[in-house]
């Protein structure tokens, strides 16, 4: 599998040391070592979603309920996701931490990942979502670290964006 597992785990760990208690997400390839790793984690609630909106209300439960959280899609999912994240998120001041697996740029080999993300950054932009590339794995932890500290203070999403530089293995 080109997915990294070196890479998901310095994730997964810089999500653990933000505070992040509940993450939810559906299969995707390149979320598969951290949906892995989560599940695997007695310390971690993993939520399994029938689709990526239902993600923005288990981070407004976590929230109320006094835990951080992370949702964790891919472009298309973000997508799919907008009504939640502006009529609850962003409505009513819920910091969500989203990890987008940043498909369709260089090197995507699948052309059914193409448009998401051609449009992903755009509607970040037009949303005020403030976002981050995570393309270098030694800028993780910090950057996880920021962004959740962003998304808590300002009581908003914030993205991450996953690129294929971190995600892939490199051959």
Request: charged residues 20%; negative net charge.
């Amino acid at each position: 599998m080109p997915v990294s597992e070196t890479n998901s785990k310095i994730i997964y760990e810089a999500l653990k040391a933000s505070g992040v208690g509940v993450m939810s997400a559906l299969p995707e390839t390149w979320l598969v070592h951290l949906i892995r790793m989560a599940e695997d984690d007695p310390d971690m609630a993993l939520v399994r979603l029938a689709k990526e909106e239902e993600g923005v209300g288990i981070a407004a439960g976590a929230h109320f309920g006094g835990a951080r959280s992370a949702l964790l899609m891919q472009n298309h999912g973000f997508l799919q996701s907008i009504n939640g994240i502006v009529s609850l998120a962003l409505l009513y001041k819920i910091p969500l931490l989203m990890l987008i697996s940043d498909r369709g740029h260089l090197g995507e080999p699948d052309p059914w990942q193409t448009e998401g993300g051609r449009y992903t950054r755009p509607v970040l932009d037009a949303l005020r979502i403030v976002y981050d590339e995570l393309g270098d794995p030694a800028d993780v932890d910090a950057k996880v670290a920021k962004a959740m500290t962003l998304a808590q203070s300002s009581l908003s999403p914030v993205a991450l964006l996953l690129t294929r530089d971190l995600m892939w293995e490199r051959r």
